[in-house]
């Protein structure tokens, strides 16, 4: 079973919260609901499905992050990351990643939005922004093309700060953005 892309998705959600929140060796556990997972496996499986689907990510994902149990409520699957997991991606995650630079310039005060723009092109790739009309966000940025980071980023203005979540592509087509 190739577990590589989920492997890969929970190694930059820990990434994104050690750049928020810090460094602890600590147990994590992560939620990803049943849409998601089908996207990552090209399935459509139903939770039990999915369950059998699973059965060897644990040992998959042993020697990086520990053995990760995995369970679920209904359509909702949990992955239990032992402290093994946070420490890897502690000790792998390079300083000066594009996430933690993220992650400072929309924490500081006075952050705007061409600003945010600013450091997307920085970073001398291709990129496609968007412009967004939903309620939810105002921006869409991504790097075209780039199988290193996948994700689209969406901002919102709050007036006072600036926030933002990041989709991968098959999760932001299913919102219908």
Request: charged content about 30%; hydrophobic content about 35%; some cysteine.
């Amino acid at each position: 079973m190739m577990y590589h892309r989920l492997e890969n998705s929970i190694i930059d959600v820990i990434k994104e919260e050690q750049a928020k929140l810090g460094y602890c060796k600590e147990e994590i556990r992560l939620y990803y609901p049943l849409s998601s997972l089908d996207h990552f496996f090209g399935t459509e499986a139903d939770a039990e499905e999915m369950k059998k689907i699973l059965t060897g990510f644990g040992a998959y994902t042993k020697e990086k992050l520990g053995n990760v149990l995995v369970s679920h409520k209904g359509d909702r699957f949990c992955f239990h990351i032992p402290e093994q997991g946070a420490e890897y991606v502690h000790e792998h995650m390079k300083p000066n990643e594009f996430i933690r630079e993220l992650v400072e310039l929309v924490g500081k005060h006075g952050c705007t939005m061409q600003q945010v723009k600013d450091l997307f092109l920085s970073k001398g790739k291709q990129v496609q922004m968007e412009p967004m009309d939903n309620g939810e966000f105002d921006l869409m940025i991504r790097f075209e093309g780039d199988g290193e980071d996948p994700y689209y980023y969406c901002f919102k203005d709050e007036g006072c700060h600036i926030i933002y979540h990041r989709f991968l592509p098959e999760d932001y087509a299913d919102f219908g953005f």
